[in-house]
């Protein structure tokens, strides 16, 4: 289990994270959602370890984030991380020489079903064929957690059907997944939880068919309720 336990994180006076507590279990696909500046990025970089927290503790299996739990969590930044010298086959070799948990053949097999070569570089991909290479070399390691930061970004809506198919196909059903995105409408059928957060902080968290009926509308008009609405539908305190 992954667990974030009164987790703060301040950047030049703002809190990012706000006494954050929540957990996310093995077995289970939760979409974070919530505007910019909500704290999705924050606290996905926290669980990579690619950052500390002000305050409060993270853990991983009892263990805190670290150097054995990097082995075990996988994470997509929005970042652009490879270099333009590279290949796509270079991209593989950098990712077989640090995570022993990488799968070349599942790599092989999620950029045939992607339309990429080994032989195209880096630097000539389009925006959406950089995010899909991104997905694809983070949908192959084997990791118990893997987390994607707006995984539909950049792509279009043929392109996000076949990034929904690749995660659909290549998810362990122990494994935890954590996807944040703006496009909630396209992940609403293969999530089964949800965590919502504004101005840091959790605001509403648990199972997306209970918070379904709880409301009485789906997750995606309860998301525009809250954010577009001029009058916020009333939350219950965090869970």
Do not use: W
């Not at 974070?32 to 606290?43: D, Q």
């Not at 970089?45 to 927290?53: I, N, R, Y």
């Amino acid at each position: 289990m992954l667990r974030f336990e009164h987790v703060t994180k301040v950047y030049g006076g703002q809190k990012a994270l706000d006494d954050v507590t929540v957990s996310f279990q093995p077995g289970h696909v939760y979409a974070m959602v919530g505007p910019n500046g909500s704290g999705k990025s924050t606290l996905m970089k926290a669980a990579a370890g690619l950052l500390q927290p002000t305050s409060g503790n993270i853990t991983y299996s009892n263990l805190p984030i670290g150097v054995e739990t990097k082995k075990r969590i996988a994470y997509m930044s929005t970042e652009p991380f490879y270099y333009d010298y590279m290949k796509i086959r270079d991209v593989e070799g950098f990712y077989q020489d640090f995570f022993a948990d990488f799968d070349k053949d599942l790599f092989a097999g999620l950029l045939g079903f992607m339309q990429l070569t080994p032989e195209l570089k880096v630097k000539s991909l389009s925006s959406g064929m950089a995010a899909k290479l991104k997905i694809a070399a983070t949908l192959s390691r084997h990791a118990e957690v893997c987390m994607l930061d707006e995984p539909l970004n950049g792509i279009d809506l043929v392109g996000r059907d076949q990034i929904i198919q690749s995660i659909l196909r290549s998810i362990h059903p122990e494994a935890t997944i954590l996807i944040s995105s703006h496009l909630f409408d396209e992940l609403e059928p293969i999530v089964d939880h949800i965590v919502m957060m504004e101005n840091g902080r959790v605001i509403l968290q648990g199972e997306l068919e209970e918070i379904r009926k709880q409301y009485g509308m789906s997750i995606s008009d309860l998301y525009r309720s809250r954010f577009a609405a001029s009058q916020p539908y009333p939350y219950p305190p965090q869970m």
